[in-house]
């Protein structure tokens, strides 16, 4: 059964930094791309970054530049380093994995808090 588990959340600073990981097991990890998304109180879940098998990334304008997605392919492993974090990067953060081929195949994590705040 396919699994995701984000860890690496928290609380800090403006300006400070957060690196996420999100674990994969049961799926074949390098056949999905991965992303990871946010959702603030109110407001609708975006995409903020996305990986593909071959290591395409793509990014949300308001996080370019700060954000960087990669993947480690032998540990199973999606992560996000998070730099020069903004109050406005305060959200639950969800990992999602989806097959690149077979694209009903599609998976969430549990979600992280992330909380910038001075």
């Known amino acids: 059964q396919a699994k995701l588990v984000e860890s690496g959340g928290g609380s800090v600073q403006p300006g400070g930094s957060l690196r996420l990981s999100c674990a994969a097991s049961g799926i074949i990890f390098h056949l999905y791309d991965m992303g990871w998304y946010r959702q603030a109180p109110g407001k609708e879940r975006e995409l903020v970054a996305r990986?593909?098998?071959?290591?395409?990334?793509t990014y949300t304008d308001s996080v370019k530049g700060r954000f960087t997605m990669s993947r480690d392919n032998v540990k199973d492993t999606a992560y996000l380093q998070m730099n020069n974090l903004k109050p406005e990067d305060t959200a639950s953060y969800y990992c999602?994995?989806?097959?690149?081929?077979?694209?009903?195949?599609?998976?969430w994590g549990q979600g992280t808090q992330v909380t910038v705040s001075s």
């Open positions: 990986i593909t098998g071959s290591n395409n990334t």
């Open positions: 999602h994995a989806q097959h690149s081929f077979f694209t009903n195949y599609r998976y």
